[in-house]
């Protein structure tokens, strides 16, 4: 016959007297897809006190010495993977089958070989996240049976192999301006036009985060050509992209691909709103079954970061009448 747990005769200490109260929200999303609250004390699983992985990561410092001189010289920093630790409960007043099917539940969502992402919300709404992949349990030991009781206390290490909190995107999208008739409508002069001050000469963009952003750039058509960058660092993409898809290249150092896939549907028609999480979403997905487009490359210049905290003027172009998107995650030390 089966023991089934009593309901808790008093709540493990932990889980009434801890509250995040800086943050609105914080949540775990699994390797598995499933979204775990570990704020509420109602939830079933609460991160306690002494938890690691908020504040500033890692970081390596590299410097220069002579004999003939004092002290040192700076030659550069490198932010090392961040080690995130989580002292957890896991809870459910349900008798033991079901703590047991919870626990095990949760515990699919870590895995040594998928990442799962750690996300805090701010009072303000803004997010951050954190990418993590599970790294041990501390040898977990037990003096009672946790299913005898509901709950068990856990010490879990995760990994950010990418140091960085990840704040909501940033985009911005251009388009060349509608030409206008140079001499008037209708006043029998030549058919001469001209654009006025061009949305693409003006592009510029901003970086609200701590270090360097790679951009994604979209490239939706029609267009006959396009060059994205900025001054003296560009790329160009030399051939044409029809109505109705779009090349993405992706500068960051650990992708830098060139991609052609089909459109995303505009909002009108369903799709997703650029610049969210679901347009990110379905870019990543088309792009895994897109057309590599790498050899239609022109000049490449993918080291040409938008850098932190100040507002980047960008070189662009382009022949059609598509328009050209670029999107960066700003990234952060800290996770507040």
């Known amino acids: ?9 008093a709540a493990p200490p932990a889980r009434a007297q801890v509250s995040w109260s800086g943050f609105q929200a914080m949540s775990w999303v699994g390797a598995d897809g499933s979204e775990w609250d570990l704020l509420s004390p109602s939830s079933g699983t609460l991160l306690m006190a002494g938890a690691r992985g908020f504040n500033m990561p890692p970081i390596t410092q590299y410097t220069r010495d002579s004999p003939a001189v004092a002290g040192t010289r700076w030659a550069g920093s490198r932010t090392e993977p961040r080690e995130v630790f989580w002292p957890l409960l896991v809870y459910s007043d349900a008798g033991s089958q079901a703590w047991i099917e919870y626990d095990r539940a949760f515990w699919s969502t870590l895995h040594p070989d998928h990442t799962g992402v750690w996300k805090v919300t701010h009072p303000n709404g803004d997010t951050r996240s954190l990418r993590c992949r599970f790294k041990d349990d501390g040898g977990q ?20 192999e990418q140091p960085y909190w990840e704040g909501e995107p940033v985009t911005r999208t251009w388009k060349a301006s509608e030409p206008v008739s140079f001499f008037g409508a209708g006043t029998g002069g030549p058919p001469f036009t001209i654009s006025p001050g061009s949305t693409l000469a003006k592009a510029t963009m901003s970086n609200p985060g701590d270090v360097d952003a790679f951009p994604m750039w979209v490239l939706t058509g029609p267009m006959d050509s396009a060059t994205v960058g900025q001054a003296g660092k560009l790329t160009q993409y030399q051939a044409s992209i029809a109505d109705g898809r779009s ?20 909002p009108d028609a369903g799709g997703p709103d650029v610049g969210s999480q679901a347009w990110f979403d379905w870019i990543s997905s088309a792009m895994a079954s897109g057309t590599d487009r790498v050899l239609n490359l022109g000049s490449v210049a993918f080291n040409a970061p938008i850098s932190p905290g100040k507002s980047v003027s960008l070189s662009l172009a382009m022949v059609g009448a598509g328009t050209v998107t670029a999107a960066i995650s700003p990234l952060y030390y800290r996770a507040t």
């Open 1 to 9: 016959m089966p023991i089934l747990a009593a309901p808790y005769a």
């Open 141 to 160: 030991t037990y003096d009672i049976d946790p299913s005898l009781v509901g709950w068990s206390a856990y010490g879990i290490t995760l990994t950010a």
């Open 247 to 266: 090349v993405v290249i992706d500068t960051a150092p650990d992708q830098q691909r060139v991609v052609e896939i089909a459109s995303p549907p505009s």
